[in-house]
């Protein structure tokens, strides 16, 4: 894809734990100079563990000075990261591959895939997996730490680590793939990398078309719909636990914005969700306190007002019993 026609992510530095990718059930991160610094391919068990705790899963090594430019393919959650060296040029996709369902409902594959391509040029890389290897290198092999790994071209093993060592000319690629499940590795993966790849960028284009917002700031808000959207899944906005393998739902505060932004946007069911999610947890609270009461409940009065009760839970009420006026 041009370069031209990608969505820029961030002015200046990007942040230093990674861009986030995901499929609504698993998360990752990738760092500007295209290393995986973490995986969840479902984050209720957790993000994968490499073979060391200070190693990213995955490593590009490249000899030479590489100007190194990230960006996600517009209106979507797959990220590109672009190396350019001595005339040469190598793209990196990342993505957790997804397929649209019944009424739009998102069908996750349960992988993180990465395809690596040469544009321009010739590029020689080492490709690096922090992973300890069962067996025999392979195309497809199962790690130490439980999970597997398949790629295009051949893995051999070093002390803890699967690797590759190729090089590439212009619209030559290699694929690798992770998933909690084998998945049969050689030359045929390409084409079902390419398949999933067009299948992820067709579900969220189709969700990114259903934004209704037209202001002038729609660009930067629509990305930051598509990041908080990731964090979303079936039991709420979850977010990463500091210095744990482990996801946690998100502040309250953080989940009454996202509603807001949701409802701004035009996401009616993702609007619905969060508002049941700072709901249920108000719940618990023996004296009754709905953190960032503020703003839940201003968005919460905006809903009903535009949608009536339809995707709420009947637990949720604004004071007074206003959702039921409200809704007539």
Request: hydrophobic content about 40%; proline content about 4%.
């Amino acid at each position: 894809m041009n370069q031209s026609k990608l969505a820029a992510v961030t002015d200046g530095q990007l942040p230093f734990r990674g861009l986030p990718i995901g499929d609504l059930r698993g998360f990752g991160r990738v760092r500007a100079d295209a290393a995986l610094a973490c995986l969840a391919i479902d984050r209720e068990a957790g993000t994968l563990r490499a073979s060391h705790d200070e190693r990213d899963l995955i490593s590009l090594h490249l000899d030479g000075d590489v100007d190194w430019q990230q960006a996600y393919v517009p209106g979507t959650n797959v990220l590109e990261t672009t190396g350019h060296l001595d005339g040469a040029e190598l793209r990196v996709a990342d993505f957790m591959p997804l397929a649209e369902g019944r009424s739009g409902q998102a069908i996750a594959k349960g992988r993180f895939v990465r395809i690596v391509t040469c544009t321009e040029g010739h590029v020689a890389f080492r490709l690096v997996c922090a992973a300890g290897i069962d067996g025999r290198p392979a195309n497809t092999a199962r790690t130490t730490q439980g999970w597997h790994v398949a790629c295009s071209h051949p893995m051999g093993v070093g002390a803890d680590v699967a690797a590759t060592m190729v090089t590439l000319t212009e619209g030559e690629s290699l694929v690798l793939v992770i998933s909690n499940d084998a998945v049969e590795g050689g030359p045929a993966l390409l084409a079902d990398a390419l398949h999933g790849l067009g299948d992820t960028i067709h579900y969220w284009s189709w969700w990114s078309d259903r934004c209704r917002y037209r202001g002038d700031d729609a660009e930067a808000r629509l990305r930051e719909a598509l990041s908080i959207k990731l964090s979303c899944g079936d039991h709420g906005m979850l977010v990463e636990e500091p210095g744990e393998r482990a996801f946690a739902p998100a502040p309250l505060s953080d989940v009454a914005r996202a509603a807001a932004l949701f409802l701004d946007l035009g996401y009616r069911m993702e609007c619905a969700q969060l508002l049941a999610q700072v709901d249920a947890a108000s719940q618990c609270d023996a004296f009754g306190r709905r953190p960032s009461e503020g703003v839940h409940l201003d968005t919460l009065g905006r809903y009903l007002a535009r949608y009536g009760r339809a995707g709420l839970p009947v637990s949720i009420t604004l004071p007074d019993d206003e959702p039921l006026r409200a809704a007539r």
